[in-house]
């Protein structure tokens, strides 16, 4: 069964850094796109950045500059590096599966790890 | 970056309805559209991709139509697991973005 798996998340300062974690299972990450959506409270989705099978990434205005989404194929695992931190990134993380490479929907989605930036 | 505006944005309905949702696209988007469900502390789950066609495992009382700019999610007798709020979103354009969500509560 596919499963995706996000850790990493607590509270963390404004300025601070932290590194979000999503681990595969059942499909290989190299494999396929791998999206970061978030979700701030008792908001709405934005999707974040996407790591394609080639290993290009894209990001969303917003955390540009900011954030870092890489792979460790050996461990299937995708990270969402995050630098700089703002109140306004506050939000439930999820990693989310593009239903098939070049597709931009997602079939697949973690739990969520929530991330709360305050001091 | 296109908008997608969902209405409306509560949708207060007895099980057994028939529920329309809209979701409206700023720019023509064709049909490189979706419709997900969020249940409260749950992940979206995916229910309509391509405008119209239902996910895996999705029952067919949920069906999507529309092209272009204007889209719709019907639910042809809501069932009490059916509560939750729903998003819309394009992928014709970079970056995919999602709609604000309906809520569909109990009346």
């Known amino acids: 069964e596919v499963q995706l798996v996000e850790t990493g998340g607590g509270l963390i300062q404004p300025g601070g850094s932290l590194r979000l974690s999503c681990a595969a299972s059942?499909?290989?990450?190299?494999?396929?796109?791998l999206s970061w959506v978030r979700q701030a409270p008792g908001k709405g989705l934005e999707w974040v950045s996407v790591?394609?099978?080639?290993?290009?990434?894209h990001y969303a205005d917003s955390v540009k500059g900011r954030f870092t989404v890489s792979r460790d194929n050996s461990k299937n695992t995708v990270y969402l590096q995050m630098h700089s931190l703002r109140a306004e990134d506050t939000a439930v993380y999820y990693c989310?599966?593009?239903?098939?490479?070049?597709?931009?929907?997602?079939?697949?989605w973690g739990q969520g790890t929530l991330v709360t930036v305050s001091s | 970056e296109t908008v997608m505006t969902q209405s409306p944005a509560t949708l207060s309905v007895s099980p057994g309805e028939r529920v329309t949702l809209s979701c409206r696209a700023s720019?023509?988007?064709?049909?490189?559209f979706a419709w997900y469900q969020q249940k409260p502390g749950q992940a979206p789950r995916l229910l309509i991709f391509g405008a119209s066609t239902r996910a895996t495992g999705i029952p067919a009382r949920f069906s999507g139509s529309g092209s272009g700019t204007e889209f719709t999610l019907t639910i042809s007798s809501l069932q009490s697991e059916d509560f939750a709020v729903y998003y819309c979103q394009q992928y014709n354009y970079w970056p995919p973005v999602f709609g604000g969500g309906t809520k569909v509560e109990i009346k």
């Open positions: 989310a599966r593009h239903s098939y490479s070049g597709s931009y929907f997602f079939d697949y």
């Open positions: 720019q023509s988007v064709s049909s490189n």
């Open positions: 059942d499909f290989t990450v190299s494999s396929n796109y």
């Open positions: 790591i394609y099978r080639g290993g290009d990434t």
